[in-house]
């Protein structure tokens, strides 16, 4: 049997044939178009005899209002393996067609099965299966005169809009599962409320130290986040990796050292450091942050709306 992974591919880069290309256990086919153009890249491995009972396909009673339940089978090994070859192979060819093969949808794959023996087929009767990561949608509807209001106060909060804009940029890279990304669109609202224009690391964690507000957002940042387990477990690594305790004491400077080890990028460096590839180590740090810059932005919408409320003799509702 063989393991496989089916990524769509995007970009303008044709291929004068189609077909697969070997090396080692794995094979790559390229899967193009009537034209020639590279629709898809599927990137298979031979199962070892050791891994071949986690192929199994179950087949079970349904559960709720569906008829049946099926577990798929699979090796995490082995799909990390596959989705290391596909990342490596998308950087060689994007720089090979300069820039024409824009991606190869590696976070986002179908599986295959490929059925070599009667035993594999009786192992996964099942031979694909599409997957689709997908954060849910956010549905919301807003009045007419509340949208009157949010004008009517925009000339007041320049910088607040501005950081909103920072927010609404982290928001549509964290749903991009860009969480690297999405951390500095965080972290600079963070860093423009709290840090009083400072830039080094002393007079940084200084000025987060100093504010209140800082801290109290920092302790019900971490408190929400260690609400999930596999949260809590990312967010103490980060800790240690900085070597700090888990504790509100020490988030100033953990953010501050995971901002300056996304800034730089040292390929010999043993520290954590961003890369293309690592995306999703950032998740929890990121939605961290997330949780920070909503709550503080929050806080300043209610500031304004009190001062205009005010000015104009309104009470606030």
Not at 89 to 110: C, K, M, N, Y
Not at 155 to 161: A, F, G, K, P, V
Request: aromatic share 12%; charged share 25%.
């Amino acid at each position: 049997m063989r393991y496989c992974l089916v990524c769509s591919v995007e970009g303008e880069f044709y291929l004068t044939g189609s077909g697969p290309v070997d090396r080692d256990d794995m094979r790559f086919d390229f899967r193009c178009d009537s034209l020639g153009k590279l629709k898809q890249i599927a990137a298979s491995i031979s199962v070892p005899e050791d891994k071949l009972p986690s192929m199994e396909t179950k087949i079970g009673p349904g559960e709720g209002g569906s008829k049946l339940t099926i577990s798929m089978g699979g090796d995490k090994e082995l799909y990390d393996r596959l989705v290391t070859e596909l990342q490596f192979l998308e950087s060689d060819l994007a720089f090979a067609t300069v820039g024409a093969l824009r991606r190869i949808h590696w976070q986002d794959p179908s599986i295959e099965f490929i059925h070599e023996t009667d035993e594999d087929r009786r192992l996964s009767p099942v031979s694909s299966l599409a997957m689709h990561k997908r954060y849910p949608e956010i549905r919301s509807s807003l009045s007419l005169p509340y949208i009157a209001a949010i004008l009517h106060r925009s000339t007041r909060e320049m910088q607040l809009r501005i950081c909103k804009a920072f927010w609404r940029e982290g928001q549509g890279y964290f749903r991009e599962f860009k969480y690297i990304q999405a951390f500095y669109s965080f972290y600079f609202v963070i860093e423009d409320f709290f840090a009083g224009g400072k830039t080094s690391e002393k007079a940084v964690t200084r000025e987060f130290n100093r504010s209140s507000e800082f801290m109290a957002l920092s302790n019900a940042a971490l408190n929400a986040g260690g609400e999930e387990d596999r949260h809590r477990s990312s967010l103490e690594e980060f800790f240690l990796i900085e070597g700090l305790d888990y504790s509100v004491e020490a988030m100033p400077r953990l953010l501050f050292g995971i901002r300056g080890n996304l800034h730089h990028y040292f390929s010999k460096s043993p520290r954590l450091q961003g890369t293309p590839f690592n995306q999703a180590e950032f998740e929890s740090i990121s939605l961290l942050v997330m949780f920070m810059a909503t709550r503080a932005i929050e806080t300043r919408n209610k500031w304004v709306k009190s001062n205009n409320n005010s000015d104009t003799g309104q009470s606030s509702a």
